[in-house]
C-alpha cells in the first residue's frame, strides 16, 4: 500500500508562485509514475503534470510554460513548481503515484489564487 501525502498549497495572487511537494510512504518496489492531478468546483479532475521513473514529462496545455514537475526517485517524491499563476488555476491539487497496476492519491491540497 502506498500513502502520497501532499504539502504546499496555500493562498496566492495572481502572477505569484508556488510549490507543491508530494512524498509517497509505503511498501514501494518500484514508482512507475508519479504526477500531478487537479480538481475545482463543479468540474472533473484533470491532468496537471505527470513525469516517468526516467524523467519523461508530460503537461496540460494549460499549465505549459508555468509550471515544472521534478521528482527525486530516491526519496519518493514529486514536486510541482507552479508560476504565473491565474485565478483559473485555482482548485485542489491531487498527488498521483502510480505502482503497476495501482494507482495511489493523495488526500490533496488546496491552491487558491485571487484576482
Known amino acids: 500500500q502506498v500513502h502520497p501525502v501532499e504539502s504546499g498549497g496555500g493562498l496566492v495572487q495572481a502572477g505569484g508562485s508556488l510549490r507543491l511537494s508530494c512524498v509517497a510512504s509505503?511498501?514501494?518496489?518500484?514508482?512507475?509514475?508519479m504526477g500531478w492531478y487537479r480538481q475545482a468546483p463543479g468540474k472533473q479532475r484533470e491532468l496537471v503534470a505527470t513525469i516517468g521513473s526516467g524523467g519523461s514529462t508530460n503537461y496540460a496545455d494549460s499549465v505549459k510554460g508555468r509550471v515544472t514537475i521534478s521528482r527525486d526517485n530516491a526519496k519518493n517524491t514529486v514536486s510541482l513548481k507552479m508560476d504565473r499563476l491565474k485565478p483559473a488555476d485555482s482548485a485542489v491539487y491531487y498527488c498521483w503515484v502510480r505502482v503497476h497496476p495501482v494507482d495511489c492519491w493523495g488526500q490533496g491540497t488546496q491552491v487558491t489564487v485571487s484576482s
Open positions: 509505503g511498501t514501494i518496489f518500484s514508482i512507475n509514475y
